[in-house]
């Protein structure tokens, strides 16, 4: 099942600060959140796990909201160097273990000088 | 550390060919997926590999198959082409799986099917 994320694009200015959510129908393990830039790889943002782990990189923030099945990255302070798709992916726990990483479709972030 | 390589870069095939990609994951790194990424549906998995098996695979048909050698170097392959099979595939390795582990992503092989 795809994770749905919100908004689908933002502007903003350099120094504004923006929400991406995600959210899922289904009881979630895990939500990971990846950048990709145009023409590049993604890459790895943050980790948020069931029971509270959060495992990523100090100037990006995060939050899992067990309960409702949503994650939200927050990207404060924004810098040109923020814009970028961003896509959460999540992992549904299965009985035996999780199963593969689902992505949404991503959030296209503009920061403007 | 070399990152994750994948070969070739550029690929373009006829419907009906078959195509096989390479992926060569970070060293020590033994779980490699693979994603297949479109303007329209975006990044979705295709499956992922640990220490030569396959542990999860996405809904794709079967003409969609992959493997994963003893040095953990991965292949995918893709028989009977077709249109909608072009596409970016990016495969990405882990040290030994993804929940808790982040991935590490090649820069792709886009594959063009005429």
């Known amino acids: 099942q795809q994770p749905v994320q919100s908004p689908q694009a933002v502007i903003l200015r350099e120094g504004e600060d923006a929400v991406i959510n995600c959210s899922s129908s289904k009881a979630l393990y895990s939500v990971h959140w990846y950048r990709q830039k145009h023409g590049e790889a993604p890459v790895f943002l943050m980790i948020?796990?069931?029971?509270?782990e959060q495992k990523g990189h100090e100037k990006i923030s995060a939050s899992f909201n067990e309960k409702k099945q949503q994650s939200s990255l927050y990207l404060t302070a924004s810098q040109l160097s923020y814009s970028g798709t961003y896509f959460c992916g999540t992992e549904i726990w299965s009985g035996g273990g999780a199963d593969g990483l689902t992505f949404g479709k991503g959030t296209h972030l503009i920061i403007q000088p | 550390k070399a990152g994750v390589t994948q070969t070739p870069r550029y690929l373009i095939k006829t419907r009906g060919q078959q195509v096989t990609l390479s992926c060569s994951p970070i060293s020590g790194h033994r779980s490699v997926s693979w994603y297949q990424q479109t303007p329209g549906q975006g990044l979705q998995f295709l499956f992922e590999y640990f220490s030569e098996t396959q542990r999860n695979k996405g809904n794709f048909p079967g003409r969609f198959s992959g493997r994963q050698f003893s040095n953990s170097r991965s292949e995918m392959n893709v028989s009977t082409l077709e249109l909608g099979d072009s596409a970016l595939y990016l495969c990405?390795?882990?040290?030994?799986?993804?929940?808790?582990?982040?991935?590490?992503f090649g820069p792709g092989t886009r594959l063009t099917v005429t």
């Open positions: 990405a390795s882990s040290l030994v799986g993804r929940s808790s582990y982040e991935q590490y």
């Open positions: 948020l796990l069931k029971g509270g």
